[in-house]
């Protein structure tokens, strides 16, 4: 038995130092991560169709502590982040607590641990590939620092390390840094690292300052590049702690050289430190260092081109951050200063670097520019673009020559959504297209996923022009494909921009299909987003996400808790003005303002109406002082659509024609940019609400010829908005067409015009049954009754009275009091109307107590408070229901009723036909009732 015992541990001794005879196994001729070559010690090996990895490389290139326990046979790596344990012959990995079955448990191979190519996804969240044709393993471990969101990533120019003497044998001091180096150059940063350190052991910064100063600045250096793999922000801290150090002894007096490139080394740790925290301290902190080091004595012209091109990247990522003009333009200046020794003949690539940063800055400028000096900044940096191109195809990069594909996608989509040309979408899909045929999710992860944002925000620029909710969710299926990459675990805060991209892509999907269903989704993109962006690590400092969150809340209230999140959505506008001054950013002010204007208008609809649609056209007016019909057409005119929706709105609740009036002006001012060749959509979506606001306008004045100018005005919509293109807009015109030959039926040719308003509600009816559009089939089921009450009214047909009650009653079921007021208030109006009809033709005492019921209950609801007009019209008809009811019973008494709703209906109504009808009642009433011995006047 004891025998078998040491024969059994001598075969496991065996195997843990010999490798494993697999079939088909042979060593990789090289290892790259993010496309340089990192020498290993000990190279990965391919195992049939397998790539195993040792262990202790991977851990050392990513700065985990790791451990062999011979006991358990297992390898455990650890950072202040993770806790990774594998198992020697078993698939079972634990990421900090959380199991993953592999394919394949690791090996051991020459006695060295060797892990699975899948569990280095797993564990560590890197993406790799065996590419046969050279035999070479591509590793690419990428995170928020190294990744590049919309492309805009600059190689930010530093020296790697610096040397005393290459040579080796002059010193053991030397030979020591020439080791630690050689670790450097071979991207081995986190031995690098733990070399030089053993180094500052046995060296001090008074006896040897310039090898102290020298081992000091390449490990900041080595953090800067480590920083680059894991731990980003941990890795700079530490990069700009040692480069203090450093300069505490290095006196540009005396190291010139060396004090340049440690100043230089700072800036860029501090740059690379502004894009995971605090950017409004990080990048001036970076902005002092380059200064310096540009100030530095004695420097050589290359140098100081490359602290100016890291000046205009600094300065274009300052504008981001405030200032954006001011720090453009500087960013601009430094870009030319370094172009004048970087030329295209003399040095390709840098001045393509430079090219890449001046296209930027030029496509940041056109965002806040007026039109005519948008067109000429855009071309500038496509021109720019051109150019870094022409540098890169120069030196044969074809990584850097694609990535300006999607710079100049990019600049594409601005002209396209500013323009409306379609040519210029197409180009900026040629661009993308061209992009993932090179950048393929195994070679190029994170450029796979660059481009689909890009290629996400073509379509959805396609979507907000064609209005086709296909390229919506061509851009959101691109988005949830780049998630497959920046997961939050690994990529957190580029997980959370995607997430909020979504967010607002749902909220624009939920205003066309399945409102509340995508609001759901767009809450749980924003939530996933603010898993991130918690108070403790990230806070939700960063005023483009308060803007998206606000937006959010505004369309979150067409489902919950309209009011109140209203509410929450203008508080944030107001809170992002006290940033955004129009100053300092003229188009965000005028777009808060605009934004803040349509807010008010929505919660008009459930408090306040009055005060806030006034404050509406207030704030609509502020975002005028920007948006001017020369300067920014298009933010003219759809703001002018805003300040028409306002006034209109008011003119309806107030009855004051002026208002209505001053629609009328607005809406024609959007139709002076809005027009059929340029923005057919834009132009029939203002002639839809100009309908709107012409059929108020005949209510309220009895003018019939607004009747027949509001079909004439959804009938222009109608050459656009077909059904088979736009069928929701569509239904609405048919809507507003039954709406207004309704109307004008109490004018000219009235069973014509009521035949025609049926047929017109039918048409949306059928479209909004087959969308599922219930709100608005509600409504329109609204006027339908209507149109067939009118229509029984001159037909003196019961059956006809007894549909519309049926089509007013299943209309109720959908509109609520709580949903939308107005619209509540309106069913009810026309359901007590109804009755009252009704009653003339059977069960008169039934249907005038059944109308006076309901309508009392719209009063009991404060309708007086929300709409003076509405609360006019039920006071009348509760008044003829009491008066015709005293006939029946309790004649005192309802005439007493029919007196005060008569009297409560003349404070709001000043239509006179209108007045002089209730007038007319009083009078009769006054005379016939024994209690009232007034005059009318005096009971009015």
């Given amino acids: 038995m004891k025998k078998l015992v040491k024969l059994t541990a001598f075969l496991f001794m065996l195997i843990l130092s010999s490798t494993f005879a697999y079939a088909n196994t042979s060593p990789v001729s090289g290892v790259k991560i993010n496309g340089e070559n990192v020498k290993f010690n000990y190279p990965p090996f391919k195992v049939s169709d397998t790539i195993f990895v040792p262990i202790a490389e991977i851990a050392d290139i990513l700065g985990y502590d790791y451990k062999w326990d011979s006991t ?38 020459n006695n060295k641990f060797y892990i699975p190519d899948e569990a280095l996804d797993i564990a560590y969240g890197i993406k790799s590939y065996w590419d046969k044709s050279d035999n070479v393993f591509h590793i690419n471990i990428l995170n928020d620092l190294s990744i590049t969101g919309n492309n805009n990533n600059i190689a930010i120019g530093y020296e790697n390390i610096l040397y005393i003497d290459k040579r080796y044998g002059l010193s053991k001091i030397n030979d020591s840094i020439n080791d630690a180096n050689k670790l450097f150059e071979e991207n081995r940063f986190s031995p690098a690292i733990k070399a030089y350190e053993n180094i500052l052991k046995n060296i001090s910064s008074t006896k040897n300052p310039e090898e102290y100063i020298l081992v000091k600045f390449n490990i900041g250096n080595a953090y800067t590049k480590l920083s680059q793999y894991n731990n980003n922000e941990d890795n700079l801290k530490k990069a700009i702690i040692v480069y203090e150090e450093a300069l505490k002894i290095c006196s540009e007096e005396k190291y010139t050289n060396m004090y340049f490139s440690i100043q230089n080394g700072l800036g860029v740790a501090y740059l690379y430190l502004s894009t995971v925290r605090d950017a409004h301290t990080n990048i001036p902190n970076a902005l002092i260092c380059f200064e310096k080091a540009l100030k530095a004595r004695n420097i050589d012209p290359l140098q100081k081109s490359e602290v100016q091109k890291n000046l205009g990247y600094a300065y274009y990522s ?15 200046e430094y870009c030319n200063e370094a172009l004048k020794i970087y030329t295209l003949e003399s040095y390709p690539s840098q001045y393509s670097a430079v090219q890449k940063i001046i296209g930027m800055i030029y496509s940041s400028l056109s965002e806040i520019s007026n039109y005519q000096e948008f067109v000429t900044n855009i071309n500038k940096s496509i021109l720019a673009f051109n150019q870094a191109q022409l540098g890169y195809k120069k030196i044969d990069d074809s990584v850097n020559y694609t990535l300006i594909n999607l710079n100049l996608s990019t600049s594409h989509i601005q002209l396209f959504s500013k323009e409306g040309t379609e040519s210029y979408a197409l180009k900026a899909l040629e661009f993308c297209e061209e992009a993932l045929s090179f950048f393929t999710i195994e070679q190029y992860p994170n450029y796979y996923a660059d481009t689909n944002i890009i290629l996400s925000n073509v379509y959805r620029n396609l979507f907000v022009m064609s209005d086709s909710p296909d390229n919506l969710l061509k851009a959101i299926a691109l988005r949830e494909e780049v998630l497959k990459i920046y997961s939050m675990e690994n990529y957190p805060l580029h997980f959370s921009d995607v997430q909020m991209s979504l967010g607002k892509m749902y909220v624009q999907l939920s205003t066309i299909r399945n409102s509340e269903e995508n609001l759901k989704k767009a809450s749980n993109a924003y939530n996933n987003a603010f898993k991130v962006y918690t108070n403790d ?15 959010w809340y505004s369309k979150l209230s067409d489902i919950e808790d309209a009011a109140d999140n209203l509410s929450r959505a203008i508080q944030l506008y107001i809170e992002l003005l006290d940033f955004y001054t129009l100053d300092m950013y003229p188009t965000k002010y005028a777009s808060i303002y605009f934004n803040l204007s349509f807010a008010y208008t929505k919660l008009a609809n459930y408090r306040d109406y009055q005060e806030n649609n006034l404050k509406a056209i207030n704030a609509a007016n502020e975002s005028l002082k920007v948006f001017k019909i020369d300067t920014f057409p298009l933010d003219y005119a759809k703001v002018q659509n805003s300040l028409a929706c306002s006034y209109s709105g008011l003119g309806l609740i107030t009855g004051d024609l002026n208002y209505i009036r001053k629609s009328f002006s607005a809406y024609e001012q959007a139709l002076k940019v809005y027009t059929f060749e340029q923005f057919p959509q834009s132009y029939a979506i203002i002639n839809t609400n100009l309908g709107y606001s012409y059929y108020f306008y005949a209510g309220l004045s009895q003018d019939s010829i607004y009747y027949q100018k509001s079909i004439n005005a959804n009938f222009e919509a109608l050459k656009v908005f077909t059904p088979e293109t736009y069928p ?16 004008l039926s109490a004018y000219i040719n009235v069973k014509e015009n009521l035949y025609r308003a049926i047929k017109a509600y039918e048409e949306a009816i059928n479209i909004f049954n087959k969308e599922d559009y219930y709100s608005e089939l509600a409504k329109t089921k609204l006027g339908l009754a209507f149109a067939y009450t009118k229509l029984a009214n001159l037909e003196s047909n019961k059956e006809m009275f007894e549909k519309a009650i049926a089509l007013n009653e299943e209309a109720s079921q959908t509109i609520t009091y709580k949903s939308s007021p107005q619209d509540y208030y309106s069913s009810q109006i026309s359901l007590g109307q109804l009755y009252y009809y009704l009653s003339n033709y059977s069960d008169k005492e039934y249907n005038l107590t059944k109308s006076i019921s309901i309508l009392n209950s719209v009063v009991n609801l404060g309708v007086e408070e929300d709409g003076s007009y509405q609360y006019a019209t039920i006071q009348y008809i509760l008044g003829i229901s009491y008066k015709e009811l005293a006939e029946i019973k309790d004649k005192e008494a309802n005439q007493k009723k029919a007196l005060e709703c008569f009297n409560n209906s003349l404070k709001y109504k000043t239509n006179i036909i209108e007045r002089e009808t209730i007038e007319k009642y009083i009078d009769e009433i006054a005379k016939s009732c024994t209690i009232y011995s007034k005059s009318p006047t005096s009971v009015q």
């Fill in 537 to 551: 690590k990230y806070p939700i400092s960063s005023y483009e996400n308060k803007y998206d969150l606000a937006d």
């Fill in 728 to 743: 929701l807009k569509y239904a609405l015109c048919q809507c507003q067409l039954g709406n207004s030959y309704t109307n």
């Fill in 72 to 109: 358990k046979r297992t390898v455990t790596c650890r950072n202040s982040n993770k806790n990774i344990i594998f198992n020697l012959f078993s698939k079972t990995i634990t990421v900090n607590e959380e199991h993953h079955v592999l394919k394949l448990s690791p090996i051991i191979i």
């Fill in 318 to 332: 300052l504008s981001n951050v405030k200032d954006k003009t001011e720090n453009l333009n500087k960013g601009l």
